[in-house]
Nanobody
Framework: QVQLVESGGGSVQAGGSLRLSCSVF????????MGWFRQAPGKKRERVAC????????YYTDSVRGRFTISQDNAKNSLYLQMSSLKSEDTATYYC?????????????????WGQGTQVTVSS
């Protein structure tokens, strides 16, 4: 059973930076397809970024491309999301997701395993 635990959320002023972490338990990380999603109050969950280690590919939604970077540390069995130039519209609960199938479309329905979420609040 894959377990995901996020950390690193918090409050920051617009223009600032945060790094989210997702620790993976119960599976060999390098065989998972992984991603970050977020959900703001009253809005649907949306994809932020995904990474496929096996296929050396990454995906970013348009609104974060150039500001956010998804990466992994194989030695620490962890996934990261470095967020820079944060905007108030980035405020949301951020979720780490993983699946054994490398579908590659970065859609929430492609992921079976989810973390509990970590809150990011950006004040303008």
């Amino acid at each position: 059973q894959v377990q995901l635990v996020e950390s690193g959320g918090g409050s920051v002023q617009a223009g600032g930076s945060l790094r989210l972490s997702c620790s993976v338990f119960g599976y060999t990380y390098t065989t998972l397809y992984m991603g970050w999603f977020r959900q703001a109050p009253g809005k649907k969950r949306e994809r932020v970024a995904c990474i496929d280690f096996d296929y050396h590919s990454t995906y970013y939604t348009d609104s974060v491309r150039g500001r956010f970077t998804i990466s992994q540390d194989n030695a620490k069995n962890s996934l990261y999301l470095q967020m820079s130039s944060l905007k108030s519209e980035d405020t949301a609960t951020y979720y780490c997701a993983a699946d054994l199938s490398h579908v590659g479309t970065c859609l929430s329905e492609d992921f079976r395993y989810w973390g509990q979420g970590t809150q990011v609040t950006v004040s303008s």
